[in-house]
């Protein structure tokens, strides 16, 4: 995707193989600024402090965190406890334990002294894969903007996202994003709905940034916006992305999605979520007593950042003084109300006999994706 008007990446390696680059996310959407990362502490700070998120993002960056340090020292223990430390860092993801695993997996097979270079490969092949996923998932999805188009040919498509699952929460392309990224290259009218997604503002920071650069239209609108426009026919379709899918079809996404589910189901709105395999849990099937909840510091809730109008950030308190508050990160959405989950292998309905025919894909899959 487009950045300053030339195609980036979130996320680089050193051509030196003894650091990695990321897209500083703290800063958009003022500034644009990048991180270099030189070893798994960098790493784990990275994505706890969410310099870097979005779960195939995530998943990517704890790869390169644990070929950082087989850098530094590629002994069992070592890379044992880097793995610890990095699966501990954001919970709720799956994506960054099943990345981790399966690079501790690898390299565990190789010689102490083959790991760190194997180590370096298999985490770039593991970002290049996630691209290569994400565009296949945006040609499944734009197919299901095609057929919405095809009924109301002489408008734009409006379609609402909530949180931030474009090429910023992946290595490129995104997820809930990509189909619509997609769709503009086909020359398909296409207008998005951004959630701005309190507290961090994911949608009004990042997915306005992104949506911008590429030149898609797009209109901020507050959270509890959705289910207004949705019941005056202004919303074609949600598209949401995800952080965790169990085998039944249950979703965790960012906190908010659930209401906009209801509001899609009440109103007679399509909810797809943009599901890469690797968000897949099979190990979970009820996705409200088992999916783990990330809470996060209050201060996200009781405090907000922005620019000021000499260009500098600074912090407001939005709450008296001693205010409590509670932050969790996410919730789970039901799989009846998820009208299908969009994979890089095709659209399924979200019920345990949907993805069935995409465990057995999953379970053959080397670790190049092919």
Sequence with gaps: MLLNGRPSRTIWPAAGADAVTVLDQRALPHRVESLVLRSVDDAVHAIADMAVRGAPLIGVTAAYGLALQARADAGDAALQRAAGQLEASRPTAVNLAWAVRRMLAELMRCPVGERAPRAWRLAAQLADDDVAVNERLGEHGVALLRALASRAPNRPLNVLTHCNAGWLATVDWGTALAPVYRAQAEGLAVHVW???????????????????????????????????????????????????????????????????????????????????????????????????????????????????????????????????????????????????????HGVVPATREGLSSLFDVRQREPIDGR
């Design 194 to 344: 951004v959630d701005e997604t309190r507290p961090r503002n994911q949608g009004a920071s990042l997915t306005a940034f992104e949506l911008r650069e590429q030149g898609v239209p797009h209109t901020v609108i507050a959270d509890n916006a959705g289910g207004h426009l949705m019941q005056r026919d202004q919303v074609d379709a949600v598209i949401v992305g995800c952080d965790r899918v169990t085998a039944s079809g249950d979703v965790a996404n960012k906190i908010g999605t659930y209401l906009k589910a209801l509001a899609a189901r009440d109103c007679g709105v399509p909810f797809w979520v943009a599901m890469p395999l690797s968000t897949l849990d099979r190990s979970l099937h009820d996705g409200l007593a088992e999916i783990p909840i990330e809470q996060r510091r209050a201060r996200e809730v009781t405090h907000l950042a922005g620019r000021a109008s000499d260009g500098s950030t600074v912090e407001v308190q939005l709450v008296p003084d001693g205010t409590p508050a509670l932050n969790p990160a996410f919730d789970v959405t039901p799989a009846r109300l998820v009208s299908a989950l969009i994979t890089e």
